[in-house]
């Protein structure tokens, strides 16, 4: 029988360089690949720490309709979840690299949640599940 996982998302951005600044020095991520496909288009990837992670895929848009969706690719909704075992460093860190908070931390049922926005707008989740 067949297995699937998600591995890896798209995730519109107008500049590689700028993208790629704030995810591994804001958000601590890993650097994955950062490939050049021709003069203008490279195909870079990177991840957060962590065993089986989703990579996220930073597509440069293209063309007007692409660079609309910048920073707004779910309508305003919460759009990825970064799961984390210690939710209080995690939030510091990013409260100290200067990310934007959206929402400060809550317990929920479900686990300890805050809400921040990327360089873009894009709306993230930091969660720590409930034990």
């Known amino acids: 029988m067949s297995q699937q996982k998600l591995f890896q998302i ?43 992670t989703c990579k996220i895929l930073l597509a440069k848009a293209v063309g007007e309709e692409q660079s609309s969706r910048i920073g707004n690719q779910t309508g305003g909704r919460v759009f990825l979840f970064l799961q984390t075992n210690d939710f209080e460093s995690d939030f510091a860190a990013l409260k100290q690299n200067g990310v934007k908070i959206v929402r400060e931390p809550s317990h929920e049922k479900y686990g300890t949640v805050a809400v921040f926005a990327d360089l873009y707008g894009n709306l993230w989740d930091l969660i720590e599940p409930a034990k």
Do not use: C, H, M, Q
Request: no cysteine; charged share 35%; glycine share 4%.
């Open 10 to 52: 798209a995730l519109v951005v107008d500049d590689y360089d700028k993208a790629i600044k704030f995810y591994t020095e804001k958000l601590n991520f890993t650097l994955v690949e950062d490939t050049a496909l021709s003069e203008d288009k490279r195909w870079v990837v990177v991840s957060p720490k962590g065993e089986g």
